[in-house]
């Protein structure tokens, strides 16, 4: 079903703005996705109607805001298809959710000569973590390659399987966005007795993601990509698996009780939800999910590859540029990122910022990837359900000036 992108964009107040006189062009998506009205209208009714602690209080309002929030964690499990709600942790983001099974599984299960396996297209945020965890440990840190197409080198990834405890690899690269097989590498991963570490970041906001089917044993995921207000998540994890874990954090609500010698842990998932959480951005986050379902995605993922496409074919009309990453449309999430002879993205992004445009300059966090690539830095442009085949052609208009002002 094709969408209908005009009525989409009425629904986020954002899209009108303008900045140095011109229409805002928000390419910028997989930073972080702009909010339906439905969102932030959610957010501000919860604290005019209904602001109360969660899981706390025994008055009706606090009452209210525990189920409304609670009701969350099921449309979580139904948005990815979870066995349980058990198997919900609510996060911050992807970062959290990573670092809590680094420390809650990663710590107590792995040993001095395991090995931890990543890719070098991995942001850090599913890098990091598996680096220090080797290095606490003593275990043994192997990052798979990239083919010259810039798809995952399946040779070199069974090859440094083997001995694997951990694997940890996204779902869509931030940077070039391959689309990885995470069923097959989930399921390569078991083969050789190790558990798989899914960072859902970039494929979760625009493709159906279904836990069951892939057979992960984690997957991570930040609601503000996906139409949530910052400070929203998810955790998944197999319930036998967290079960098994030691809490990441320790303090209020993740504790069944507390004596002077000793704690004892609440039950899943909220052993690993210490303290008190952001309420309005977890409500918010429910109702991003209803607006994404509603639209479907499905029709998300088929729009965002068409743009996708447009953009594929018109970067090419730049002198000087290249891009980074498969050239199918198909095998890549709604993001581009390029490099252009002798111009920092820095001085790129800078230019196309006079025209309105808002695209990612930088490592975009991923620096191994772009050592990998032989460039320091690069401009990334994303697009979404609300974005539309003229702004791309206003993106490619732009970079053409700019490539006219650094000759």
């Not at 080797?134 to 083997?162: H, P, Q, S, Y």
Request: overall charge negative; glycine content about 8%.
């Amino acid at each position: 079903m094709t969408l209908d992108v005009e009525k989409i964009r009425e629904d986020f107040p954002i899209l009108g703005k303008t900045v140095n006189g011109k229409k805002l062009v928000y390419l910028d998506s997989a930073a972080t996705s702009q909010k339906p009205a439905a969102v932030i209208d959610a957010v501000t009714d919860f604290y005019r109607n209904r602001n109360a602690n969660v899981a706390r209080g025994l008055y009706s309002m606090a009452e209210e805001a525990t189920r409304e929030y609670e009701e969350v964690r099921d449309k979580v499990q139904a948005f990815i298809n979870a066995g349980s709600r058990e198997e919900i942790v609510f996060t911050k983001n992807a970062t959290e959710g990573a670092n809590i099974v680094m420390r809650g599984w990663g710590e107590k299960f792995i040993r001095k000569g395991d090995r931890i396996v990543t890719t070098v297209m991995e942001h850090h945020s599913n890098f990091v973590p598996w680096q220090q965890l080797a290095l606490r440990t003593g275990a043994e840190f192997e990052m798979v390659d990239i083919t010259k197409e810039c798809e995952l080198d399946w040779n070199d990834l069974e090859k440094k399987m083997k001995g694997a405890k951990l694997v940890a690899v996204s779902a869509a690269s931030n940077v070039i966005g391959t689309l990885n097989d995470t069923k097959k590498i989930c399921s390569l991963a078991h083969e050789y007795g190790a558990i798989c570490v899914i960072d859902g970041a970039q494929s979760v906001p625009s493709m159906k993601t279904d836990v069951k089917s892939m057979d992960c044993d984690f997957l991570m995921f930040s609601g503000h990509k996906m139409l949530a207000p910052f400070g929203s998540g998810a955790l998944y994890g197999k319930q036998e698996l967290l079960e098994s874990m030691d809490p990441f954090l320790y303090g209020s609500e993740m504790i069944r009780s507390v004596r002077k010698e000793k704690s004892e842990w609440n039950d899943l998932p909220f052993r690993f939800e210490s303290g008190t959480p952001d309420v309005s951005a977890v409500i918010g986050f429910g109702v991003a999910m209803d607006y994404l379902e509603k639209v479907g995605l499905d029709n998300i993922r088929e729009h965002e590859m068409g743009l996708t496409e447009h953009l594929l074919a018109r970067l090419p009309e730049v002198e000087g540029l290249e891009i980074l990453g498969p050239k199918d449309a198909g095998k890549r999430a709604g993001l581009v990122a390029f490099v252009m002879d002798g111009i920092h993205p820095h001085d790129i992004a800078a230019m196309l910022d006079s025209d309105a445009i808002c695209v990612r300059s930088g490592h975009h966090c991923a620096m191994p990837l772009h050592e990998r690539l032989g460039v320091s830095a690069s401009t990334r442009a994303s697009v979404y359900l609300y974005n539309k085949k003229d702004e791309i052609d206003a993106l490619i208009e732009s970079l053409k000036n700019v490539r006219n002002v650094f000759r």
